[in-house]
């Protein structure tokens, strides 16, 4: 399993001083059996007066920043290292039952389920409907994973990626139309068309790893989107619409939402004059960690830094 650093700066910049409100940071990603968080440092400037960490409502790890003094500037660095265990789609297993599409989610599972299968944006004219359902073969044999396959597939292939730093999404529709978008458009996307068949579907925001120029992954320097959908048998498995990747190789996640408004990596308050806001930068980069750096204890288990940074 590779070792893999993350380094995401976000930064604000101000004409003059402003008063900064309270911000949530969502950078530090969510530990599974797939993936290991070893060391997390979370570094703000200026230094908040508080800073304190909580799960929100879906699991995700959540720094709240309080600040007292007016800043120029506002600085959030986080440095993580983690273990990443990729996941093939030949690993993908799906219970016997809900192989072949349309299936029922048993009941046990259902009612954890509903709200992730509950559309949220208006289709009127059926229009994503219609192109989700042109995937579902006529004859009965429509294997489930094939169709999530190509859906995925089927928007990196058709539709141009094209980046986006402005907040929030396009609809579906729009999207549909202008076969462009960003990796947050294809994700919504996607996620409106299997829950069109009545799968459950989450939003993912993370970052991607790009091993080798000559696999061609789209979406590094920033942060990065895609989908989780439920299957029986497997559970929630990665579909990356943008880089057409089924399994989570290169997929490191940070938030789960049902929207993707429950999962911007910095979000907050300032308070100031309208003109005095210059602007943001963003730079996020992904790579190999040295394993000596992070050695194996007695019992197998790596060594786990501190989490918490210069902010507390």
């Known amino acids: ?44 400037a200026p230094e908040p007066s508080e ?46 039952y809900a192989r072949l599409f349309p299936f029922t989610y048993s009941s046990e599972d259902m009612p954890d389920l509903l709200r992730s299968i509950e559309r ?8 994503v409907d219609n192109w989700a359902r042109a995937f579902v073969s006529n004859d009965g044999n429509t294997a489930t994973i094939g169709l999530l396959t190509q859906i995925a597939t089927s928007i990196q292939r058709d539709f141009t990626y094209v980046p986006r730093h402005e907040k929030g999404t396009q609809t579906p529709i729009e999207t549909l139309k202008k076969r462009q978008g960003t990796c947050r458009d294809f994700a919504v996307l996607m996620i409106e068309a299997v829950r069109a068949l009545g799968f459950a579907a989450r939003f993912v925001s993370g970052y991607v790893y790009n091993p080798s120029r000559s696999e061609g992954v789209v979406g590094g320097g920033n942060t990065h989107a895609w989908v989780r959908i439920f299957l029986p048998g497997s559970g929630w498995v990665e579909f ?30 300032w308070y100031g004059l309208p003109a005095s806001f210059l602007g943001m930068d963003v730079t996020v980069d992904v790579h190999r960690a040295d394993p000596a750096q ?16 210069s902010g507390k």
Do not use: C
Not at 243 to 269: E, F, K, M
Not at 294 to 309: K, Y
């Open 51 to 96: 800073l304190r960490w909580v799960h929100d409502v879906l699991g995700n790890s959540v720094a709240i920043a309080l600040f007292e003094r007016r800043a120029s500037q506002l600085v959030v660095s986080s440095e993580v290292t983690l273990e990443h265990a990729p996941l093939a789609q030949k690993q993908v297993d799906v219970e016997a």
């Open 1 to 44: 399993m590779p070792l893999l650093t993350i380094h995401h700066v976000t930064a604000y910049r101000y004409k003059q001083p402003v008063s900064l409100g309270e911000h949530r940071i969502m950078m530090r990603p969510r530990e599974a059996f797939d993936q290991r968080l070893l060391s997390a440092r979370l570094s703000i």
């Open 294 to 309: 992070f050695p194996l204890t007695d019992h197998g288990a790596i060594n786990s830094r501190s989490p918490r940074g």
């Open 120 to 127: 949220q944006h208006l289709d009127p004219g059926r229009v």
């Open 240 to 269: 990356d619409p943008t880089n057409g990747i089924i399994g989570n190789r290169g997929l490191i996640r940070v938030a789960v939402a049902r929207d993707p408004y429950q999962a911007l990596p910095l979000s907050g308050t």
